[in-house]
Structure formats: C-alpha cells, structure tokens
C-alpha cells in the first residue's frame, strides 16, 4: 500500500484494521512533532517491522529525533520529558559530551547512515566543496547595525523572562537582515548592490559564475531578502531569474524546477530555505551560494543537496556568505568549533542564545575590529 501521511491521517480507522508485516515512512521529520494528530495517526499504525528514512531526523531541536525513534521503537528513551531531561537540555544547552555519546550509543545500532561522501556506496558524484565567502559591513550596515544593538540591548537588559526571549530574537532578526542589506532591515524596495557587502559580493561572484555559463542555486532564510536579490540580479544582469519560495503553487513550482533544469537562459534560482530545503532536483547548479546562514548544520546541507544528489556530473562549489567582524562570524566561529555535536544537531541560535546573560549577549552582538 503506497499512500500519504494525510491520507493515513484522514483514514486512519481504515488503516488500524490492518496489521502490516512492514511500514516505512519516507521524509520521516514528517513525524518530528509528537503532538500533532499526523505523528499520533502514523505511530497507532501496526506492524511488525518499522524503518523511517530521512535526510534531516532533526531540523530544529533534538526532541524530534525522540519522535522519529519513538514511532521506531516505542518507548527507548522513555517520555518526551525524560529524553529532554536526559539527553535534549543537556546535548544543546550546556554542549555535555558525555549525554552526547551516551545518546549515540543508544541509537547507534539502529541507525543505517549512508554519506554521498562515501565512494564505496557512490563512486561516480563528484566532489562537494565549501568556500567561506567574508565580505566587510558597508558605512551605512554599520551605522545601523551599532544603533539597533545599542537600542534593543537597552531593552533586553531590563527585561525578563519570556519578554527578553523574544527582544533576543528581534535582535538576531534585525541583525541578520541589517548583514544583508539596509533595505532588507528598513522594508525599502532599495535595489542599491553596494550599499551591503553581501550583495556586492554576490554580484561579484555573479559575474563569474555567468561568464563561465553555469548554473547557480541562490539560498535565503527570508522571502523579502530574495525577492530584493531577484530585482538586483535582474537588473544588473538582465538575467531570467526564479524565485521559489512558500507562496509557489505546486504547477508552478514544477514549471520551474523543469525550466532551471532543461533551459540554457535560466541560470539562477533563489530559493527561501523552508521552500526549497526537499523535495527538488536542481543538479543542472553546480554552484551553491547561502546568502544568510541558518546555523543548523543539517539543514544547511539538506538545501545544498538539491544540487549535490545522483545525477550531479560536476563538483559543486558551495559558498557560504559571512559578514566580518560581527555575530555572523562569531557564531559561525563556535559551530565550526563543535562540528561533532553540529552534525548531529545544533539547535537554531534563536533558541540558545536566548539564555544568555546581558554580558554574553553583548559580547557576542558587538561589533569587533577588522
């Protein structure tokens, strides 16, 4: 029986008068949330071998792993509150290498992990390189990137609770965006490339990629982000350039997967993560850009993937964009540092960093020398 995850949730009594010799979930995260009616409906399913295949078990946070392992194996960790207790506060939050290996020698003889960097299971993919691409803030990112620090961070410093949670987020939003450009911050349809070092630097590494006519996947977290990248692309290089992001139809989205993939004078495509993170074959790209980081090792190669997969015949160049001499490269600095735990999972920055006191927050915010 070949059927869907709403399907099964529709009809589910239909299903439970069953019992399967086998059920594999494919796009397992699918079931990463314990608590919606979609995971409960799967996991009610009966059956006497159970396997879930999937790319990124763990997207956000480590208690979608305990999702996925209590459908395989009800009841290895316990409660969803014992497996955070045990093993998701102390992996993500304090960084315990001991709950880490304990965690993996728990799961470890259950796990079948293929890597497209393995020849023995791939011989013929191609190489995969990753290129740290710094560019500088210009005078008006920095301008405006010390006045919203110094602005917000006055009230974070005299809040509490979940009110400064969510102040740490709106910094770390505006940041990002102010990284990316003026106008991405300030909601102006600005199309001025040299206003942001990142957006210079992509024309730049543009210019190249066209020149050699190949193919280039543009990533952003940010649909206001990309639909500015498609005007300034557009009008610097008179290109043909596609946008996919969650408002696509599904027609639509067909229509351009095939026209980047069959036509000579398509040869960008933007893509906002969520949107184009599965699901996609774009293996006519040979060049990968992420325009703003996601800090989530997994995620950031599940995106990467729509162009390094079966069926890709040149290496792929993938350049991951940096602004210097603020949180961007510091953050980037402390994942890379703790590469074990980030392949794993590292939980989104939004969430961690929100725990941090006024004096790390500043200190990890304020903008260092060049």
Same mark, same amino acid.
């Given at each position: 029986?070949?059927?869907?995850?709403?399907?099964?949730?529709?009809?589910?009594?239909?299903?439970?008068?069953?019992?399967?010799?086998?059920?594999?979930?494919?796009?397992?995260?699918?079931?990463?949330?314990?608590?919606?009616?979609?995971?409960?409906?799967?996991?009610?399913?009966?059956?006497?071998?159970?396997?879930?295949?999937?790319?990124?078990?763990?997207?956000?946070?480590?208690?979608?792993?305990?999702?996925?392992?209590?459908?395989?194996?009800?009841?290895?960790?316990?409660?969803?509150?014992?497996?955070?207790?045990?093993?998701?506060?102390?992996?993500?939050?304090?960084?315990?290498?001991?709950?880490?290996?304990?965690?993996?020698?728990?799961?470890?003889?259950?796990?079948?992990?293929?890597?497209?960097?393995?020849?023995?299971?791939?011989?013929?993919?191609?190489?995969?390189?990753?290129?740290?691409?710094?560019?500088?803030?210009?005078?008006?990112?920095?301008?405006?990137?010390?006045?919203?620090?110094?602005?917000?961070?006055?009230?974070?410093?005299?809040?509490?609770?979940?009110?400064?949670?969510?102040?740490?987020?709106?910094?770390?939003?505006?940041?990002?965006?102010?990284?990316?450009?003026?106008?991405?911050?300030?909601?102006?349809?600005?199309?001025?490339?040299?206003?942001?070092?990142?957006?210079?630097?992509?024309?730049?590494?543009?210019?190249?990629?066209?020149?050699?006519? @190949? =193919?280039?996947?543009?990533?952003? &977290?940010?649909?206001?982000?990309?639909?500015? !990248?498609?005007? /300034?692309?557009? +009008?610097?290089?008179?290109?043909?350039?596609?946008?996919?992001?969650?408002?696509?139809?599904?027609?639509?989205?067909?229509?351009?997967?095939?026209?980047?993939?069959?036509?000579?004078?398509?040869?960008?495509?933007?893509?906002?993560?969520?949107?184009?993170?599965?699901?996609?074959?774009?293996?006519?790209?040979?060049?990968?850009?992420?325009?703003?980081?996601?800090?989530?090792?997994?995620?950031?190669?599940?995106?990467?993937?729509?162009?390094?997969?079966?069926?890709?015949?040149?290496?792929?160049?993938?350049?991951?964009?940096?602004?210097?001499?603020?949180?961007? @490269? =510091?953050?980037?600095?402390?994942? &890379?540092?703790?590469?074990?735990?980030?392949? !794993?999972?590292? /939980?989104?920055? +939004?969430?961690?960093?929100?725990?941090?006191?006024?004096?790390?927050?500043?200190?990890?915010?304020?903008?260092?020398?060049?």
């Amino acid at each position: 029986v070949l059927t869907s995850y709403g399907l099964i949730r529709r009809d589910l009594e239909k299903f439970m008068d069953f019992e399967f010799s086998a059920i594999v979930i494919d796009e397992a995260q699918n079931i990463k949330n314990p608590d919606t009616n979609q995971a409960k409906a799967i996991k009610q399913l009966k059956s006497g071998i159970r396997i879930a295949m999937t790319g990124t078990p763990v997207e956000n946070r480590l208690s979608e792993y305990w999702s996925i392992l209590d459908f395989l194996n009800k009841g290895i960790f316990g409660s969803v509150n014992h497996f955070n207790e045990n093993f998701a506060v102390p992996i993500e939050r304090d960084r315990n290498h001991s709950s880490l290996e304990r965690f993996r020698n728990m799961t470890g003889p259950f796990i079948l992990r293929r890597l497209k960097t393995d020849k023995s299971i791939i011989r013929d993919l191609p190489d995969k390189i990753e290129i740290n691409e710094y560019c500088e803030l210009t005078r008006e990112q920095t301008a405006l990137y010390q006045s919203t620090l110094d602005r917000i961070m006055d009230l974070i410093e005299s809040s509490e609770g979940i009110e400064r949670r969510g102040l740490v987020l709106k910094l770390i939003t505006s940041l990002k965006q102010i990284c990316n450009h003026p106008a991405h911050y300030l909601k102006k349809n600005d199309l001025t490339t040299d206003l942001s070092g990142k957006t210079t630097l992509l024309m730049q590494l543009l210019e190249t990629i066209f020149e050699n006519n @190949e =193919k280039v996947l543009i990533f952003t &977290q940010y649909t206001e982000m990309g639909e500015l !990248l498609a005007g /300034m692309i557009s +009008e610097r290089f008179k290109e043909n350039i596609l946008f996919l992001h969650g408002g696509i139809t599904r027609k639509k989205r067909a229509e351009m997967v095939d026209n980047f993939q069959n036509r000579h004078d398509t040869r960008a495509m933007i893509l906002s993560l969520k949107a184009g993170g599965v699901g996609l074959n774009l293996t006519a790209a040979s060049k990968v850009t992420h325009f703003d980081l996601w800090w989530n090792p997994a995620v950031e190669a599940q995106a990467t993937d729509r162009a390094y997969r079966i069926g890709q015949t040149k290496n792929v160049m993938v350049y991951r964009f940096i602004t210097k001499a603020t949180f961007e @490269e =510091k953050i980037n600095s402390m994942i &890379q540092s703790k590469k074990e735990l980030a392949n !794993l999972t590292v /939980m989104e920055g +939004e969430k961690w960093i929100g725990e941090w006191s006024n004096k790390e927050l500043r200190e990890i915010f304020k903008l260092g020398k060049l």
